[in-house]
């Protein structure tokens, strides 16, 4: 009779440990079981984490904190050690990339030696989707960062990681690229520095103009034997959490074209709701609009 | 001795039976735990679905089978009774629909009124993003239907779900959607009754010209309010599996145009590749190539 409750124990328990065990193997798994859907692609195809489980852990909690107030859309994700993106296989960059800064990621590490890093195609993606370097080449387009290069200083291996391929997009380079572009990614280290958390998305826009027969079109180039689409325009979203835990956020659109320098940043500033709108994307949807103290 | 052996056995099993299933439930679930992935909210905004468990499980079964070779992408994935699709938010116009037909599906049940049918908006999207009745609404172009009406003629609910504007993107009426369009919309049908099982995708390609400063540009129009995009052609995937359970695979790309009478369907004919290249996806991806007897 004890026999028989012993093995009815053990066969709940067993039952309940096999639940248990299953689901905690699955949790970290359950983005890869969707066909197609491979959060974690990234991390393994770049070689950093293999086998090391403690590693794997610890990107886990980077990605939800990077991700902390939403995904903008799960159309294929890719993590990386500082910054999340969503990639569109039909144009070849990103739909969004989203980064997450604090004083001490923006610190710049002597070490780091930005001129020995390499564009690098984006293997976790099939090679009929996959932008690269000689898709650029010639093109007269920058190979232009959304996670900025700038703002992954603190080692070698973060700022290599934000020159994947899947990361960039064709920029317009004097006068844009390396001009307001540049100024605004500046502006967002500075935020970096003087706030407790700052979390940027930046992404392109393909935005309608009026023609000459009065209906609106939309038109852009594509470069390469891949069509990687060149943008019309680049948009960045910055929320900043201060120290006394109050939020600020900013939007910015920008057209990728040469822009004076005398044009001051605010007048890129656009309500969330455009950029939301031209996207197709709904960004930091958990950070509920009455956090914010300031809106741009 | 025996009964801790039982026990061991008792435990290992059970211990297995958990996984299994867990596994079993949440293979049913998965689609639902990931933040913003909600596969069956059509159904539930649709009304049809809501306290009836039963209708659930079947519905599930029927999208299983449905998308039984694989989804071409997982981005804004929504469920109908006969047809899955996946939304384009910036676009407001579906990435692709993938119908399953038999030939009990296609037949015509005399009391189906199509004229009944209104369409209407799909509600599961935010504003935004949702393609409105108001937008098509002198635009000059149709409301062309990606699973076709004429496949869903069996029962007037299914019919009046391929009237939903997630269905839809705009054509051009005259001389393609009411022409070349139709008959391959009826081509498929005439397959669909001579085959065990017919599988259709269907969606909107944006394809690049060149200008004639010699570069490639990819252009189209947007209509309404909300933007919506006039796709410059449509392709469309037929796999039919045979009695004999052989598999054949056709794929047709077709501007949206104005397409003369009398140029044959197969001149409309093109490798999967070209399709997948240019519309970033990837079709019946668990249907092994060696499957098919013959390929267009």
């Known amino acids: 009779m004890f026999s028989r409750h012993i093995t009815a124990i053990v066969g709940v328990s067993s039952f309940c440990l096999g639940i248990w065990m299953d689901r905690k193997y699955r949790e970290l798994n359950t983005l890869h079981k969707i066909p197609g859907f491979k959060i974690f692609d990234a991390v393994y195809a770049d070689g950093i984490v293999t086998t090391n489980q403690e590693l794997i852990v610890n990107n886990e909690q980077r990605i939800s904190q990077i991700m902390k107030y939403g995904f903008p859309s799960l159309d294929n994700v890719r993590s990386y050690k500082n910054f999340v993106l969503s990639y569109d296989q039909r144009n070849r960059i990103p739909h969004w990339v989203l980064e997450h800064l604090t004083p001490e990621s923006v610190q710049y590490n002597p070490n780091v030696d930005r001129a020995s890093c390499d564009f690098y195609e984006d293997n976790s993606f099939h090679e009929f989707f996959r932008a690269t370097n000689s898709d650029y080449k010639n093109s007269g387009f920058d190979r232009g960062h959304l996670a900025a290069a700038g703002n992954h200083k603190s080692s070698q291996e973060l700022i290599k990681q934000t020159f994947v391929l899947s990361n960039i997009a064709p920029?317009?380079?004097?006068?844009?690229?390396?001009?307001?572009?540049?100024?605004?990614?500046?502006?967002?280290?500075?935020?970096?520095?003087?706030?407790?958390?700052?979390?940027?998305?930046?992404?392109?826009l393909f935005l309608p103009k009026k023609g000459d027969d009065?209906?609106?079109?939309?038109?852009?180039?594509?470069?390469?034997?891949?069509?990687?689409?060149?943008?019309?325009?680049?948009?960045?979203?910055?929320?900043?959490?201060?120290?006394?835990?109050?939020?600020?956020?900013?939007?910015?659109?920008?057209?990728?074209?040469?822009?004076?320098?005398?044009?001051?940043?605010?007048?890129?500033?656009?309500?969330?709701?455009?950029?939301?709108?031209?996207?197709?994307l709904q960004f930091f949807k958990r950070l509920t609009l009455d956090k914010f103290n300031k809106l741009n």
């Open 214 to 280: 009065g209906k609106l079109w939309i038109k852009y180039q594509v470069i390469g034997d891949h069509h990687v689409a060149v943008p019309t325009h680049f948009f960045k979203i910055i929320v900043s959490e201060s120290t006394e835990s109050k939020f600020h956020l900013e939007c910015y659109i920008m057209p990728n074209q040469v822009i004076p320098d005398d044009i001051p940043l605010k007048d890129f500033q656009m309500p969330l709701e455009v950029i939301e709108r031209a996207s197709g």
């Open 171 to 204: 920029q317009v380079g004097k006068g844009f690229n390396r001009s307001a572009w540049n100024n605004l990614e500046k502006y967002v280290r500075k935020k970096a520095k003087y706030n407790k958390n700052t979390y940027i998305c930046s992404g392109p």
